[in-house]
């Protein structure tokens, strides 16, 4: 499995785990713990002080019971989150494809040509035009030098401006810049920055929904207050 392979399974499985946590609350602990209760308070043979203690102690279990299943749901989630951000890394550091020694050379010359015109241009628009003859640079080894010489006479041809048209001429220099570095990222670099997103946003959203929360509030404030946190949960 590749990484983004292995990123896209591992969304998935938060997406699905976030989708289904309201009924595997419902089925495994709710239901359950109601249909308890309702025997407990059905049954004749308890006093009223039995019917507490044992109202009590099914309670504190039902508590302990929802805590351990979010955490162990909290655990998958973060787990499958951190894989998504590793495999996303993976991706982003990857070595670019080496060019051959011939074309290396001949783009080493260019950027030495480029970067005597930026040094001895006496206005920004010509000092721009040389820059933007890197622009058509396709492959990722090359784009990254080009974005890295863009970056390195950005000054230079910044000094050479006037008041008036410096804020424009870095504008363009920041575009030209952006393009070659997005050139210049490995394969997959935009999936992976996408994912490493994605993940951001799922690892702050909560696992259980606010309908969920207020459900499990009805039977315990401590499940309300906690349920989205289990890492903060103590038991009574």
Excluded: C, W
Excluded at 67 to 88: F, G, H, I, P, Y
Excluded at 104 to 133: G, H, I, P, R
Excluded at 193 to 215: Q, R
Aim: proline share 3%; no cysteine.
């Amino acid at each position: 499995m590749n990484h983004l392979e292995t990123i896209k399974e591992n969304i998935i499985k938060v997406h699905e785990l976030r989708s289904s946590a309201a009924s595997i609350m419902r089925t495994f602990h709710i239901s359950p713990y109601l249909e308890q209760r309702a025997a407990i308070n059905g049954n004749r043979d308890l006093s009223h002080e039995g019917k507490e203690r044992k109202l009590s102690e099914l309670r504190s279990k039902f508590e302990d019971d929802v805590m351990k299943a979010a955490s162990d749901m909290q655990r998958v989630k973060t787990d499958a989150l951190k894989t998504v951000e590793n495999a996303a890394q993976q991706i982003l550091v990857a070595p670019l494809e080496e060019v051959d020694e011939t074309k290396q050379k001949l783009f080493n010359d260019k950027l030495s040509e480029v970067q005597a015109s930026v040094t001895f241009s006496v206005n920004s628009k010509s000092a721009l035009e040389a820059l933007n003859s890197l622009v058509d640079t396709q492959e990722p080894a090359l784009a990254k030098q080009a974005a890295e010489k863009v970056l390195q006479l950005s000054n230079d041809v910044l000094a050479i401006a006037t008041s008036e048209e410096r804020q424009q001429v870095k504008m363009k220099l920041g575009r030209l810049h952006s393009e070659l570095y997005e050139k210049g990222l490995p394969q997959g670099a935009q999936e992976a920055k996408a994912a490493i997103a994605t993940a951001k946003g799922l690892n702050e959203a909560t696992l259980f929904s606010p309908i969920v929360v207020d459900a499990l509030g009805g039977y315990s404030s401590t499940l309300k207050e906690y349920v989205n946190k289990p890492q903060d949960y103590t038991k009574k």
